[in-house]
């Protein structure tokens, strides 16, 4: 499991940023990518990257701010053009709005695309668990923004204990048919008469990630439920420290108010994205710095760059 980073920069592109949107990498987990906010250009970074767009099997949009969603139409429609590929539907997740945006975009350019689209709208009233399948759950709760806008919380299931073969070996079970039995849970006995019992060889299961990635925001309480014991918690960082007051009247947050919400919420890992333009490459490790005096293990992340979970 990958986090990689299409765009992290704030409002608008620059040399060395682009705009939102990031690819949760679940391919050894369901064979799948995930996609949050879609930010202009985002269809030219995964060109950069090993992702296929066929692979993107849902998009979840924090908000409707132009930065996080004016990449999908570009994206939607390249993604059709995968011929060699099979055809596979896309489900996207986001605010009231965003259905009417991609249909309208896709209407008014001519775009006809061969395979379907769901979408899963809600507002205020709506959020809580927005999708389980058997190996994942995603909820989703308001921020604190200039317009409705959500932070997301992804937490994978617990995974099956693992055997431990070489114990099983030990005990005298040939390797073949009866190790996949006590595998899939079954007691088995032995030509001897000896009965394994395989609780005995299986590990306890291990608890699954949780990973929270949050739209634009002041500090909010929500920002802290959602990102309880995550293990990587995605904050924006659009302000400095000592820029509380500009970052409150745009609906965003500094490195150090970031950082807060990670220490309140006993998150594990704390990455920073969503920077100003302001903030040139020699300004970043100040950005760091100051934050880790909050919250020690803090990142601020670039553009392409992936992270393991």
């Known amino acids: ?17 682009n705009v939102s949107s990031l690819a949760l990498k679940l391919l050894d987990e369901i064979n799948e990518v995930w996609l949050f906010d879609c930010g202009e250009g985002t269809q030219n970074q995964i060109l950069e990257t090993s992702i296929r767009p066929r692979k ?30 099979e055809q596979t539907d896309l ?54 923004h200039t317009i409705f806008c959500v932070g997301y919380r992804i937490m994978q299931k ?15 079970v040939p390797f073949g048919p009866l190790f996949g039995q006590v595998k899939n849970g079954q007691d088995v006995t032995l030509e001897d008469g000896t009965k394994i019992i395989a609780a005995d060889y299986i590990s306890a299961p291990r608890p699954g990630k949780v990973i929270t990635i949050l739209g634009d925001t002041r500090k909010t309480n929500a920002s802290v439920r959602l990102a309880v014991n995550a293990d990587v918690l995605v904050h924006e960082s659009t302000y400095g420290k000592g820029d509380e007051k500009i970052a409150r009247k745009h609906g965003h947050s500094t490195n150090i108010q970031a950082s807060e919400v990670a220490r309140e919420a006993g998150a594990k890992r704390l990455l920073l994205n969503h920077i100003s333009a302001r903030f040139l490459s020699k300004d970043v490790s100040q950005l760091r710095k100051d934050a880790s005096s909050i919250f020690e293990n803090v990142y601020v992340v670039k553009d392409l760059e992936e992270v393991e979970i």
Do not use: C, W
């Not at 980073?5 to 060395?16: D, E, I, N």
């Not at 409707?64 to 053009?81: E, M, T, V």
């Not at 249909?103 to 006809?112: A, D, E, H, P």
């Not at 617990?158 to 005298?172: I, R, V």
């Open 56 to 85: 993107v099997s849902k998009i979840f949009i924090t908000h409707l701010h132009g930065d996080h969603i004016f990449g999908l139409p570009g994206f939607l429609s390249s993604r059709a053009f995968q011929a060699n590929e």
């Open 1 to 17: 499991m990958e986090i990689q980073f299409l765009g992290t920069g704030a409002g608008q592109p620059s040399k060395s940023r």
């Open 158 to 172: 617990d995974l099956e204990g693992t055997l431990d073969a070489d114990k099983l070996k030990a005990a005298g």
């Open 91 to 144: 489900e996207i997740y986001g605010p009231i709005g965003i259905k009417s945006f991609v249909l309208t975009s896709l209407r008014v350019s001519g775009s006809r695309l061969p395979y379907k689209i769901h979408f899963h709208e809600f507002d205020e009233g709506s959020l809580g668990k927005i999708m389980e399948t058997d190996k994942f759950t995603v909820y989703a709760e308001a921020l604190d």
